[in-house]
């Protein structure tokens, strides 16, 4: 059994979500049929050596159904199952800012149509944002609690570069920066651990995040997943992946270093099953989440111990 959150030495964006609301609030994800640059041709047509054909999204429905539909779709099943009360509106497939900004305007709008939504997040690339579309994601603060997501992975160039995630640190950087100009913007980061990194790469990773002292992070065990370029590096013996017990460690380690305020989006999965090679732990979630908050009491230290 999950322990409480008052018992965790992290700052669980579920808990930050509930003490805004006054309520728990659940992301509805979404799927609206954005591609990314670094599956079309515009940069490459590889994609990176992590992602599937489904862009990283694990839930059921496609972009075939309506955003309306898959919204009330999920609301309902969050409903009946966590008695849940408020929602958020998450496109998580692909690059969500990948589209011209009039029609980007008709898909955020139309996700944000249900009384019971509260807020939007939008997860992308950051060679994917400009001024232009900045400006309409940041014309929906002052109605929703709105996030913009950005896809990092790592901030070492030489291991972007072996992803094949066709954008630089550096890029990312900017990105961020002009991202702080609109206030009302919040910014989540997705770092993935296990990277054909070192450990001391991925505290790397940790300690340059920190000094942006960003509103969220999100960290994802890496995964192989069926019919990508990663499960035949796998298959191959060509790649190391953590054991649960690396994994809780190396989580605590990067989180030490991680700002206390910086809300904590994901430190464990359970999606992905069908098309999941290995970890095969990797969907014990509730296990995991235990499995930090215990090593960080018997470190007695925490989130920020480092910062």
Known sequence: MEQNQADKRYNPFSQHLKDKFGVKVYKVTIDAGFSCPNRDGTLSNKGCLFCDDSGSFSQAHSSLISIPEQIQTEMDFLSARFKAKKFMSYFQAYTNTYKPVEELEKIYTKSLEHPDIVGISIGTRPDCIDDDKLKLIYSFSQDYYTWIEYG??????????????????????????????????????????????TYEEMMYTAKTI???????????????????????????GKLHLMTEDEYVSTVCDF?????????????????????????TWIGRKLDTLNRVTREFTRRGTRQGYKF
């Open 210 to 236: 920190a000094k942006l002292r960003p509103d969220g992070i999100k960290l994802h065990m890496l995964c192989v997943l069926e019919n990508t370029k990663l499960e035949k590096i796998y298959r191959m």
């Open 255 to 279: 989180l030490e270093y991680i700002p206390a305020e910086t809300t904590v989006h994901r430190i464990a999965g359970n999606g992905l099953r069908t098309a999941l090679v290995a970890p």
């Open 152 to 197: 990092l992975q790592t901030a070492n160039d030489k291991t972007l570069l072996k992803i094949n995630r066709g954008h630089d640190y550096n890029c990312f950087l900017k990105a961020y920066e002009k991202t702080r100009e609109y206030s009302g913007i919040n910014i989540c980061i997705h770092v993935i651990l296990n990277l054909f990194e």
